[in-house]
């Protein structure tokens, strides 16, 4: 009877041992921090098929610049395992005032759902702090973003980032919130739905390049266009001047900046002068970048204002893919379609000959004004790179 009673008392014990046992282990370990934040709903969805489109991360929500937005695949992919990477720990009394920063995921599917921070703790609910660990990658990552984008929209971006990295020139970076004013590279992506009274465009951005930056370009600096870095030999600026003093200018002109003399003669290239040396009427009309490597072809950056140029590899134009935007019929009564000669027509005439196969972000534009389309200009040529 004893036997059985202390039996039951030990087994009871044991019981009592292993609960507290595993309350404290519970305790102790670090929760992922899906199981706290939004990242766990994000990863349902993600696991039903559904992607991230784009990541906004700022230092500081509300008051910070210090910020970017990537729709990089790569960088989305960076962002998502870093952040997913943070363990949670214990919750802490303490609390800051100038220091929060967040990380938004933007799903294909228009819902959105991120991480706070106060300084290096994780905020819940904005009232809540909880200590973190291995969190240095994701503090690694993001402020090497911030960085690089950073530099992207000043035209230039710093690949390695360490002091012996190599700066690179790039495209000026593209803000665009989905609302579709101002004028566009476009290609028709759906045209098969006019009698539905609808047909769909994908919208495109010109690579553009900062002008000053492109002008003083001299030998040893690499500059990214469409997907490739080339080293810079010098630049050769073209352009015209008045050469008679009536006021017009009737008289084209090329000249070197930071010449070199040995490149041109290998190249067989032969220019007017030293820039410096050009007509005080000179006005350009093109730099073109004599590479270091081989070329089958030309690469010049026209300028499009007094302080961008886009880039023109072989008669067309380097272009980013922003969104796409379904336009509903019918068109404005006072719609312009422009041909290649800019021949004047009305909706009839382009929709008459809308094609997904003739029109590419190269050889087409469209104008918007409140959303709404109400200019078209096309030309059978260049069709793009596939020409090269």
Request: hydrophobic share 35%; with cysteine; charged share 25%.
């Amino acid at each position: 009877m004893m036997t059985t009673m202390l039996k039951k008392v030990v087994g009871l014990l044991m019981e009592i041992l292993l609960l507290m046992v595993s309350v404290s282990f519970a305790e102790e370990t670090p929760a992922s921090i899906q199981s706290m934040t939004e990242l766990g709903e994000i990863q349902k969805k993600l696991d039903q098929g559904i992607t991230i489109g784009k990541v906004y991360y700022t230092d500081g929500y509300g008051f910070s610049t210090s910020e970017f937005t990537t729709d990089d695949p790569d960088e989305i992919a960076q962002l998502w395992n870093a952040v997913n990477a943070i363990r949670v720990g214990e919750k802490v009394n303490e609390s800051i005032t100038d220091w929060y920063p967040q990380i938004v995921f933007c799903l294909t599917d228009g819902t959105r759902g991120g991480v706070r921070f106060e300084a290096k703790w994780l905020c819940i609910g904005g009232m809540e702090n909880y200590e973190i660990s291995n969190a240095e990658g994701f503090w690694s990552l993001t402020a090497s973003l911030v960085e690089k984008h950073e530099a992207m929209a000043e035209g230039a971006v710093r690949v390695g980032w360490n002091d012996d990295s190599d700066l690179i020139i790039v495209p000026k970076e593209v803000a665009w919130d989905g609302l579709p004013d101002g004028d566009y590279c476009i290609g028709v992506k759906d045209a098969g739905h006019l009698e539905r009274g609808y047909f769909t465009l994908s919208l495109y951005a010109e690579d553009l390049y900062n002008r000053e930056t492109i002008e003083n370009l001299k030998q040893g600096d690499r500059i990214l266009v469409q997907g490739e870095t080339y080293t810079v030999g010098y630049i050769r600026i073209h352009g015209w001047y008045d050469s008679d003093g009536d006021g017009e200018t009737d008289e084209s002109g090329t000249y070197a900046k930071h010449p070199a003399q040995e490149l041109a003669d290998s190249r067989e290239l032969v220019d007017d002068g030293d820039f410096n040396e050009a007509p005080d009427s000179f006005e350009i009309s093109a730099y073109e970048l004599i590479m270091l490597e081989d070329f089958p072809g030309y690469i010049v950056f026209e300028p499009v204002s007094d302080t961008e140029c886009r880039s023109v590899v072989n008669d067309w134009s380097p272009c980013k893919y922003l969104g796409d935007v379904t336009i509903q019929l019918p068109l404005p009564d006072d719609f312009v379609f422009l041909d290649y000669a800019d021949n004047e027509g009305n909706a009839d005439t382009f929709l008459d000959n809308i094609s997904e196969g003739w029109y590419s972000p190269y050889n087409s534009r469209a104008w918007f004004k409140n959303g709404q389309l109400f200019k078209v200009s096309h030309s059978d040529y260049p069709s793009g790179p596939e020409e090269d």
